[in-house]
């Protein structure tokens, strides 16, 4: 298994330790392991000059799979747009091609409390939103700002799909749907926006390639509402760029806590970038006090979906329930009456878990 690791800013490294150690203990001497560590975001521009450094960028081309944790700092917005640390990510994501984006949502039994929405609502909760990632109003051209006649400045984005870039994404979800609820929400702005009109009628023609897939489509403001109101109802959410964006931090809080929230971004091979929702945390980091399920979790994705794994994926998986059973918590999700827990004793006790899993 040959493993870039990028820790990256923030929460980051301290998450990604976590997930690495639980890595080592679960493969153990089943499959060798070369895992390359390399700079990325804040981390990168220290050691190298550039958010995404060309070394890096080399260890991830050449990687099976990366697992990333976290790039940004406060105020990143007023960095030039190629050497924020933020938009390291974008560039990854962009220069190896990582088009599809799983984020599932599942809600962990024994966090249906920790949810501000009512028990009834979230209970059983099982979706996937699957993201376009490499298109849309994140990468449009042109885009920048100018000073009008008038002294005024102005700023501006595009917006833009091409056919095939949501024809590909259609099939994921279409096949993604076949080994779950057989049924795909396609989100978009159609009633207003060109970009989502082509992407409505792109994704009907594909889906009738898959008769036995119920295929619905929703506006994005109607569907932020339904994921609040009925989530249940979804199965497969397929959506562009930025509607994906917004729409899987608000489903990260159906799961309780967005510090659980695992992601997986696909290139056309299995080659896949595996990342926590989360993101860097600042205000918490270095105090060994973030969550580390979300990196754990999408080590688990990187083992199901880069190495074909799913039995270790499917341990990992247990032994995250299983320590949530016993009532280990960080900060984020603890509750009177359970066990509150740093990052790395979190940690430890996932490994302690596998093996019972
Ligand atoms: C995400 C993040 C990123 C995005 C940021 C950090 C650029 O919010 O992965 O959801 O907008 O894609
Ligand atoms: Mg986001």
């Known amino acids: 298994m040959k493993i870039a690791v990028l820790p990256g800013d923030g929460i980051g490294p301290e998450v990604t330790t976590e997930a690495v150690k639980v890595l080592k203990a679960i493969v153990g001497n089943q499959a060798p392991l070369e895992l390359t560590q390399a700079a990325i975001g804040q981390a990168g521009t220290d050691e190298a000059g550039d958010p995404l450094p060309q070394a890096t960028l080399e260890i991830a081309r050449k990687a099976e799979a990366i697992l990333f944790g976290a790039a940004g700092v406060p105020g990143d917005e007023s960095i030039a747009y190629m050497m924020r640390p933020g938009a390291s990510l974008l560039r990854l994501r962009k220069d190896l091609g990582l088009f599809a984006n799983f984020r599932p949502a599942l809600t962990f039994p024994e966090l249906v409390d920790a949810s501000t929405l009512k028990r009834e609502v979230i209970e059983g909760l099982d979706l996937l939103i699957l993201r376009e990632l490499t298109g849309d109003i994140y990468f449009g051209e042109p ?127 299995r080659k896949g970038l595996y990342e926590p929702v989360h993101g860097t945390a600042p205000d918490i980091a270095g105090k060994n006090i973030a969550n580390p399920l979300a990196a754990i979790l999408s080590m688990g994705m990187m083992l199901r979906h880069s190495f074909d794994r799913p039995d270790l994926a499917d341990r990992v998986h247990r032994a995250v329930g299983r320590v949530l059973s016993e009532g280990f918590r960080t900060a984020d999700i603890f509750q009177p009456g359970t066990r509150k827990v740093g990052t790395r004793e979190m940690g430890d006790a996932v490994v302690a878990a596998l093996h019972h899993s």
Not at 151 to 160: D, H, I, L, P, S
Not at 194 to 209: H, I, M, P, Q, Y
Request: aromatic residues 6%; charged residues 25%; contains cysteine.
């Open 143 to 269: 885009r920048g700002e100018r000073v009008t006649p008038s002294g005024e400045r102005q700023a501006f984005n595009t917006m833009v799909y091409s056919e095939s870039e949501v024809e590909r994404i259609a099939h994921v979800a279409f096949r993604a749907a076949r080994g779950r609820q057989r049924k795909v929400c396609s989100v978009d702005k159609a009633n207003v926006l060109e970009t989502s009109k082509l992407w409505r009628d792109v994704v009907a023609r594909v889906g009738k390639e898959y008769p036995d897939i119920e295929l619905t489509h929703m506006f994005v403001d109607a569907a932020a509402m339904v994921l609040m109101r009925a989530p249940k109802q979804f199965d497969v959410i397929v959506t562009g760029n930025i509607f994906g964006d917004i729409l899987s931090d608000a489903a990260a809080m159906l799961t309780g806590s967005i510090g659980m929230l695992p992601s997986a971004s696909m290139a056309h091979d």
